[in-house]
Each structure stands twice: as structure tokens, then as C-alpha cells.
């Protein structure tokens, strides 16, 4: 079992940045593939990133790549995500999520999940 809980949410202006961390509980952090996700209203929960459980793999959805980071530092039970560049449409609540296997960009794939954290971008 994995607890998750997102944090670092809040109102920024456009081209601001934000950076999100994840808290994960129990002794299996590490066997574990991470990713973010985000759900805007009205609109269906989407990939943002993803990170394999070493750090090695990161994964990016197009409308983020070059403005997000992922990363993870283990030892610390933590995934993050640097977003950078912001825009109004990063307007989401942002949710951090694990899978026991490899990163994947399918939200369905993932046994675990945070409550959220929202992060609002205004113009």
C-alpha cells in the first residue's frame, strides 16, 4: 500500500513557475513507476509526466515538454514536478500517482493516487 500527498499548489501568473512535490508513504517507494496528472473542469483527467522508479526514464505529454520536469529523489520518498513557462491552460488540479511496473502515460494503469493539489494560472 502507498499513501501519496501532493503539495505546492497555488496562484501563479503567467510564465511563473511552480514546483509540485509528492510524499510518498511506506518502504516501497523506490519499486515504483510515478506520473502526474491533471484534470482542468469540464475536462477529462490527462498525462502530464512520468518517471521510471530509478529516475532513468522520463516521460512528457507534448503540451509540457520543455517547460515540466519530473524527477524523484528517493531517499526522500518524493516525486516533483518543475513546472516552468506556465500558462493559463496548466489551470488543473494536478494529481500524483504510482504503478508497480513501468511508467506509463495511462491513468487507468495506476494503483495509487493523490487527493490533488490545484494550480491555478492566471493571465
Known amino acids: 500500500q502507498v499513501q501519496l500527498v501532493e503539495s505546492g499548489g497555488g496562484l501563479v501568473q503567467a510564465g511563473g513557475s511552480l514546483r509540485l512535490s509528492c510524499a510518498a508513504s511506506g518502504r516501497t517507494f523506490t519499486t515504483y513507476a510515478m506520473g502526474w496528472f491533471r484534470q482542468a473542469p469540464g475536462k477529462e483527467r490527462e498525462f502530464v509526466a512520468a518517471?521510471?522508479?530509478?529516475?532513468?526514464?522520463?516521460y512528457y505529454a507534448d503540451s509540457v515538454k520543455g517547460r515540466f520536469t519530473i524527477s524523484r529523489d528517493n531517499a526522500k520518498n518524493t516525486v516533483y514536478l518543475q513546472m516552468n513557462s506556465l500558462k493559463p491552460e496548466d489551470t488543473a488540479v494536478y494529481y500524483c500517482a504510482a504503478r508497480g511496473r513501468n511508467p506509463s502515460t495511462v491513468s487507468a494503469s495506476y494503483d495509487y493516487w493523490g487527493q490533488g493539489t490545484q494550480v491555478t494560472v492566471s493571465s
Open positions: 518517471i521510471s522508479w530509478n529516475g532513468d526514464s522520463t
